[in-house]
């Protein structure tokens, strides 16, 4: 046997030496590295680990905390394993590298498929070893004393998708060889837990008869059938009826005559054997092939599997290659048929496939002319019959439902775009769906087709992969055509591909049999209603492939029900797919989408106003989310129509900033979608009202983009008003971003245009914000100077929310020059003026600054306060960046205390809070405290790291990414 690391089978234990120690740490530690080690080199989200291990234990207050002690805990542990496996932080969660055959229950996993692999060729004696050895690692439960919903959940999958396979095989590989009493002893040992699953009852009756022992075989048969008489299981009590006897006619052959054999092989026909060529490897396939295995697997044999999934994801690849696998299991024949449902061709109809099946089975449908006999005849050939029907490209159940109901012992296999959800409820049938196959089997297909080029060219490979999207019909036709041209770079193959689209015309050229992008996706928007068309037509409208059910609404200017149901549709369909708060179409779905939508055939009229309605959508959601994040802010006014465009509405700042959070992109895309198509106030507006939030996301260049693309709407509407505004905005953001030479020339202009207007307010803030862009360049005179003049301006026309931000202003300059007193009185004043205006980032920013002159100072218990104090009001409004300082300022406060536990604690919080926004000054700055309190804690290497990221940080530039984070 492999010598395995880990076992989470039973109890989470981890090898030391030859010995694995009961108690070698605390249970959440055990239970935290049991989780990670279910999905090996996989990310757990924080989020989800909280959930698998407390349960509703966990108290939701921070779960990065919560965490923390367990993984700090599972590393050491792990630590002297050779080799040592690595827990890394990743992006929001926590992965393990680890090998899968170091871990009991995956290698387990691995025997069971090779042990299966040999049952199927028949090698019984090879399947029982390997299948033992299996056995002998998944004696217990894994995660057994975890009892969390998620936990008892994986146990389950665990049990249906490894233990009853591997059940299934070993037990029928022991009776193949001779061995019923050994296949008996396995059952019993399992019977407990489950007493009513049939397909175990079936392989009990086949072992006790194959012992010889009929007498038991009826006991267990009327005792089981009793049992689910009384349970009101009638249903159940007739399978197991026709499992006893399909087990009676394995072991008590009847008596037969050689006259009998000779009238059999004379009337009877060859079973059909009607499968086509299928392709002997698939790529990334495995799991699903097993997955029908076990839908399938002995007890089942009246069954339904529905495979369903996108367009040229390899359905039909899939089914044809698992039918040849096991077409000797059927001796009632194999039979292919393509039922054209989705196709230029006429969809077959359930008459057609009844006659196509009769004569697949030798016999003459034409001279049966009642359809109603037809249907009879065919149930009398084949009842009894253990057949395999493949039927290929359903369109809708009706095409399949009188096969069902007159072959109860086949097997029918369908393939589907379309969620047969009608076969489901009224015939059992089993959905499987097929996915996209994974970008790093994509990559090894495309390798080892395409050859060593790959190598040479790594970054025009990957590329290449990432336009395949997973999807095998694009890789298929991406690889040939980079096969065909051996002497064209891949990177002017890349580049010709890359313009979209070139990729959804790619293969109509020569594609005489409909083998395109194109055409694929062709066939499946002809199958939609007239409705499903417009709906999947609109969505073409939005500039991203990503969308919400509102968005939708705003689309078809309809409620939300009739949204929900045309999204259904294209559900079922797999032209979008739902996921948690949006749904999504692959990038070349989107864009045939966008070329359906701009043919002339289709009304010019419903379609810009759809798109009025999408941006307006837009404006609304973000108009109602300033209302909510800046309360004390008057509101930037519009004449634009809201009219049927679904905004969505926010409770509170957390929904708000949410918001922004999860649909940051859609709203930069519209922007530019609105100056391109000439929609000038929706791009000037919503550039302008989204320029902070994104700030506050750390997304410093969309904002900038977005304000871009705002002066652009503005100048083309001829707006002076429009243009003033926008050039502000820029100008400030380049002050953020470090550009003063930039944000000069546009506050200028700003303080130049608002001057001549006679706008008052906005001539008070450009000269406040001019001022803070000559003070970053260190002219402090000319500084001091606009600063007078912002005061001047604002208390000469009653502008009081303007002054309490050139206080502060200042205030920062008067600490610059060592003036303290001066500056605590003017950031005082600030703080004042801002809470009584509610102005809480404001206020927030104020006690920083009070923070920040209490540590200059050394006044460390009030530097502490303040910093607190300014912390929960910039938390309160999402100012991340301004939290950031915050902790830096406690940080900084406690370890001058000589509190190191508690100043490291502040620092690695602000230095989260900098990953969240890609605040990278700030950053630096808190790893300049952040070492010294690490050196005095003993951890030297810890002190090295940061003050070599924080010298990175300041050489560089570079943002925070998930990989320099840990």
Same mark, same amino acid.
């Given at each position: 046997m492999?010598?395995?690391?880990?076992?989470?089978c039973g109890n989470?234990?981890v090898?030391?030496?030859d010995?694995?120690?009961?108690?070698?740490a605390?249970?959440?530690t055990r239970?935290?590295?049991g989780?990670?080690? !279910?999905?090996?080199r $996989?990310?757990?989200?924080?989020?989800?680990?909280?959930?698998?291990?407390?349960?509703?234990e966990?108290?939701?207050?921070?779960n990065t905390?919560?965490i923390q002690?367990p993984?700090?805990?599972?590393r050491?542990?792990?630590?002297?394993?050779?080799p040592?496996?690595?827990?890394?932080?990743?992006?929001?969660? *926590?992965?393990?590298?680890?090998d899968?055959?170091?871990?009991d229950?995956?290698y387990?996993k691995?025997l069971?498929?090779?042990?299966r692999?040999q049952a199927?060729k028949?090698?019984?004696?090879q399947?029982?070893?390997?299948l033992?050895?299996?056995?002998?690692?998944l004696?217990e439960?894994?995660?057994?004393?975890?009892?969390?919903?998620?936990?008892i959940?994986?146990r389950?999958?665990?049990?249906d998708?490894?233990?009853l396979?591997?059940?299934f095989?070993l037990?029928?590989?022991?009776?193949?060889?001779?061995e019923?009493w #050994?296949?008996?002893n396995?059952?019993?040992s399992?019977?407990?837990?489950?007493?009513?699953?049939?397909?175990?009852?079936?392989?009990?009756?086949e072992?006790t008869?194959a012992l010889?022992?009929e007498?038991g075989?009826a006991?267990?048969?009327l005792?089981?059938?009793q049992t689910l008489?009384g349970?009101?299981l009638?249903?159940?009590?007739?399978?197991l009826r026709?499992?006893?006897?399909r087990?009676?006619?394995?072991?008590?052959?009847?008596q037969r005559?050689?006259?009998h054999?000779?009238?059999?092989?004379?009337v009877?026909p060859?079973p059909p054997?009607?499968?086509?060529h299928h392709?002997?490897q698939?790529t990334?396939?495995e799991?699903?092939l097993?997955?029908i295995d076990?839908?399938?697997?002995?007890g089942?044999a009246a069954?339904?599997v529905?495979?369903?999934?996108?367009?040229?994801v390899?359905?039909?690849?899939?089914?044809q290659?698992?039918?040849n696998?096991?077409q000797?299991e059927f001796?009632?024949?194999a039979?292919f048929?393509?039922?054209?449902g989705f196709s230029?061709?006429?969809?077959?109809?359930s008459d057609?496939?009844?006659?196509l099946?009769?004569?697949?089975?030798?016999h003459?449908?034409?001279?049966?002319?009642n359809?109603?006999d037809?249907?009879?005849?065919?149930?009398?050939?084949?009842q009894?019959k253990?057949?395999l029907l493949l039927l290929?490209?359903? +369109?809708?159940a009706?095409?399949v439902?009188?096969?069902?109901?007159?072959?109860p012992d086949?097997?029918i296999?369908?393939?589907s775009?379309?969620?047969l959800t009608?076969?489901? &409820?009224?015939h059992?049938?089993?959905?499987?769906?097929?996915g996209?196959?994974?970008?790093a089997e994509?990559?090894?297909?495309?390798?080892q087709?395409?050859?060593?080029r790959?190598a040479?060219?790594?970054?025009?490979?990957?590329?290449?992969?990432?336009l395949?999207?997973g999807i095998?019909?694009f890789?298929n036709?991406i690889?040939?055509?980079a096969?065909?041209r051996p002497?064209v770079? &891949?990177?002017e193959?890349?580049?010709f591909?890359?313009?979209?689209q070139?990729?959804?015309?790619?293969g109509?050229?020569k594609a005489?049999?409909?083998?395109s992008?194109k055409?694929v996706?062709?066939m499946?928007?002809?199958?939609?209603?007239e409705?499903?068309r417009?709906?999947?037509?609109?969505?073409?409208?939005h500039?991203?492939?990503?969308?919400?059910?509102?968005?939708?609404e705003?689309?078809?200017?309809?409620?939300?029900?009739a949204?929900?149901?045309? &999204?259904?549709e294209?559900?079922?369909?797999?032209?979008i797919?739902?996921?948690n708060?949006?749904?999504?179409m692959?990038?070349?779905?989107? &864009?045939?989408a966008a070329?359906?939508?701009h043919?002339e055939e289709?009304?010019e009229?419903d379609r810009?106003l759809a798109?009025?309605?999408?941006l307006?959508?837009y404006?609304?959601?973000?108009?109602?989310a300033?209302?909510v994040?800046?309360?004390y802010?008057?509101? $930037?006014p519009h004449s634009i129509?809201l009219?049927s465009?679904s905004?969505v509405e926010?409770?509170d700042?957390?929904?708000?900033f949410?918001?922004?959070?999860?649909?940051?992109?859609y709203?930069?895309?519209a922007?530019?979608h609105a100056l391109?198509?000439g929609y000038?106030q929706?791009? *000037?507006?919503?550039?302008n009202i989204?320029?902070?939030p994104?700030?506050?996301?750390?997304?410093?260049?969309d904002a900038l983009?977005?304000?871009?693309?705002?002066?652009?709407s503005?100048?083309k509407a001829?707006?002076?008003g429009w243009? !003033?505004?926008t050039?502000?905005?820029?100008?400030?953001?380049c002050?953020?971003?470090?550009?003063?030479?930039k944000?000069?020339?546009?506050?200028s202009a700003t303080?130049?245009?608002?001057?001549?207007?006679g706008?008052h307010?906005?001539t008070?803030i450009?000269?406040?914000?001019l001022?803070c862009?000559r003070?970053?360049?260190g002219n402090?005179?000319?500084?001091?100077e606009?600063?007078?003049?912002s005061?001047a301006?604002?208390?000469?026309?009653d502008?009081?929310?303007?002054?309490p931000?050139?206080l502060l202003?200042?205030?920062?300059?008067?600490r610059e020059?060592? +003036?303290?007193?001066?500056?605590?009185?003017?950031f005082?004043r600030a703080?004042?003026?801002?809470?009584?205006?509610?102005?809480?980032?404001g206020?927030?920013q104020?006690?920083?600054?009070?923070?920040?002159?209490?540590l200059h100072?050394?006044?460390?218990r009030?530097?502490i306060d *303040?910093?607190?104090r300014?912390?929960?009001?910039?938390t309160?409004v999402h100012d991340?960046?301004s939290v950031?300082d915050?902790?830096?300022i406690l940080?900084a406060?406690?370890q001058n205390?000589?509190?190191?536990?508690?100043?490291?604690?502040f620092a690695?919080?602000?230095?989260r809070?900098c990953?969240e926004v890609g605040a990278?000054?700030?950053? #630096?700055?808190?790893?300049?405290?952040?070492?010294a309190s690490?050196?005095?804690?003993k951890?030297?290497?810890?002190a090295?790291?940061?003050r070599e990221r924080?010298?990175l940080l300041r050489g560089t530039?570079?943002?925070?990414?998930?990989?320099?984070?840990?």
């Amino acid at each position: 046997m492999t010598l395995v690391d880990f076992m989470i089978c039973g109890n989470v234990s981890v090898r030391s030496g030859d010995d694995w120690p009961e108690q070698w740490a605390h249970k959440k530690t055990r239970h935290v590295l049991g989780v990670l080690l !279910t999905r090996p080199r $996989m990310t757990f989200p924080i989020n989800d680990i909280v959930d698998w291990v407390w349960g509703d234990e966990a108290t939701r207050t921070d779960n990065t905390k919560i965490i923390q002690g367990p993984i700090s805990k599972a590393r050491s542990a792990i630590a002297n394993l050779d080799p040592a496996p690595r827990i890394q932080r990743v992006a929001a969660g *926590y992965r393990i590298d680890v090998d899968k055959d170091r871990i009991d229950l995956h290698y387990a996993k691995t025997l069971v498929d090779r042990g299966r692999e040999q049952a199927r060729k028949h090698r019984f004696e090879q399947a029982c070893q390997i299948l033992g050895e299996a056995f002998e690692l998944l004696r217990e439960d894994p995660l057994a004393d975890l009892q969390t919903a998620p936990a008892i959940g994986f146990r389950r999958s665990v049990r249906d998708r490894v233990v009853l396979p591997a059940i299934f095989a070993l037990t029928e590989s022991q009776i193949r060889l001779g061995e019923p009493w #050994a296949a008996l002893n396995l059952l019993d040992s399992v019977a407990h837990d489950h007493p009513l699953d049939l397909r175990l009852a079936e392989r009990r009756f086949e072992a006790t008869l194959a012992l010889g022992d009929e007498e038991g075989a009826a006991d267990l048969h009327l005792k089981l059938h009793q049992t689910l008489r009384g349970m009101g299981l009638q249903e159940e009590a007739d399978q197991l009826r026709c499992s006893v006897d399909r087990a009676r006619a394995k072991f008590i052959p009847a008596q037969r005559t050689p006259a009998h054999d000779v009238v059999d092989q004379a009337v009877a026909p060859p079973p059909p054997r009607r499968l086509p060529h299928h392709r002997k490897q698939l790529t990334d396939r495995e799991r699903l092939l097993n997955e029908i295995d076990v839908r399938t697997e002995h007890g089942n044999a009246a069954s339904v599997v529905v495979l369903t999934g996108a367009a040229g994801v390899g359905k039909t690849a899939l089914a044809q290659h698992w039918a040849n696998r096991h077409q000797h299991e059927f001796s009632g024949g194999a039979v292919f048929f393509d039922l054209q449902g989705f196709s230029n061709d006429v969809p077959l109809d359930s008459d057609e496939l009844i006659r196509l099946l009769l004569s697949a089975f030798g016999h003459r449908a034409d001279l049966i002319p009642n359809s109603e006999d037809r249907v009879t005849r065919l149930g009398s050939v084949l009842q009894g019959k253990r057949t395999l029907l493949l039927l290929d490209n359903v +369109r809708e159940a009706e095409q399949v439902r009188r096969v069902l109901e007159i072959a109860p012992d086949a097997l029918i296999l369908i393939t589907s775009r379309s969620q047969l959800t009608r076969l489901t &409820l009224r015939h059992g049938a089993i959905e499987i769906e097929v996915g996209a196959v994974a970008e790093a089997e994509t990559a090894r297909w495309l390798y080892q087709t395409i050859g060593t080029r790959c190598a040479r060219e790594p970054d025009s490979f990957d590329e290449l992969v990432r336009l395949c999207v997973g999807i095998p019909l694009f890789f298929n036709l991406i690889g040939h055509y980079a096969v065909s041209r051996p002497r064209v770079a &891949l990177s002017e193959i890349a580049a010709f591909l890359h313009e979209e689209q070139r990729l959804l015309n790619f293969g109509t050229a020569k594609a005489s049999d409909g083998i395109s992008i194109k055409a694929v996706f062709t066939m499946s928007y002809q199958a939609l209603s007239e409705d499903g068309r417009r709906m999947f037509r609109l969505l073409g409208l939005h500039p991203h492939p990503r969308f919400t059910v509102e968005l939708a609404e705003a689309l078809l200017g309809l409620p939300r029900a009739a949204a929900l149901d045309q &999204l259904e549709e294209l559900q079922d369909l797999h032209l979008i797919s739902q996921h948690n708060g949006y749904f999504q179409m692959l990038n070349l779905t989107h &864009l045939f989408a966008a070329e359906r939508a701009h043919e002339e055939e289709y009304d010019e009229v419903d379609r810009e106003l759809a798109r009025a309605r999408m941006l307006g959508h837009y404006v609304g959601s973000a108009s109602n989310a300033e209302k909510v994040l800046f309360p004390y802010r008057d509101r $930037m006014p519009h004449s634009i129509s809201l009219t049927s465009c679904s905004p969505v509405e926010f409770s509170d700042e957390q929904q708000a900033f949410g918001w922004y959070m999860q649909y940051h992109s859609y709203l930069t895309s519209a922007v530019n979608h609105a100056l391109q198509h000439g929609y000038h106030q929706h791009s *000037y507006f919503l550039a302008n009202i989204a320029n902070e939030p994104l700030q506050r996301l750390g997304r410093h260049r969309d904002a900038l983009r977005c304000l871009s693309w705002g002066l652009a709407s503005a100048q083309k509407a001829d707006s002076e008003g429009w243009t !003033t505004d926008t050039m502000h905005s820029i100008g400030v953001l380049c002050i953020e971003m470090g550009l003063p030479e930039k944000a000069e020339a546009y506050l200028s202009a700003t303080v130049s245009t608002s001057e001549r207007l006679g706008n008052h307010e906005n001539t008070a803030i450009a000269l406040h914000n001019l001022a803070c862009a000559r003070s970053k360049v260190g002219n402090l005179a000319a500084a001091e100077e606009l600063f007078d003049r912002s005061l001047a301006t604002a208390r000469r026309n009653d502008l009081e929310r303007c002054i309490p931000g050139t206080l502060l202003g200042i205030g920062r300059m008067r600490r610059e020059q060592d +003036r303290d007193a001066e500056a605590a009185e003017l950031f005082h004043r600030a703080l004042d003026r801002h809470e009584q205006l509610g102005n809480i980032q404001g206020a927030g920013q104020a006690l920083n600054e009070l923070g920040e002159l209490a540590l200059h100072r050394g006044e460390l218990r009030t530097a502490i306060d *303040y910093a607190d104090r300014a912390a929960t009001k910039n938390t309160a409004v999402h100012d991340f960046k301004s939290v950031a300082d915050s902790c830096r300022i406690l940080a900084a406060a406690h370890q001058n205390l000589g509190l190191h536990e508690q100043a490291s604690e502040f620092a690695r919080e602000g230095i989260r809070k900098c990953w969240e926004v890609g605040a990278i000054k700030e950053e #630096a700055a808190i790893l300049d405290v952040l070492p010294a309190s690490l050196d005095a804690l003993k951890n030297a290497a810890g002190a090295a790291e940061g003050r070599e990221r924080a010298s990175l940080l300041r050489g560089t530039g570079i943002a925070p990414t998930s990989s320099n984070r840990n």
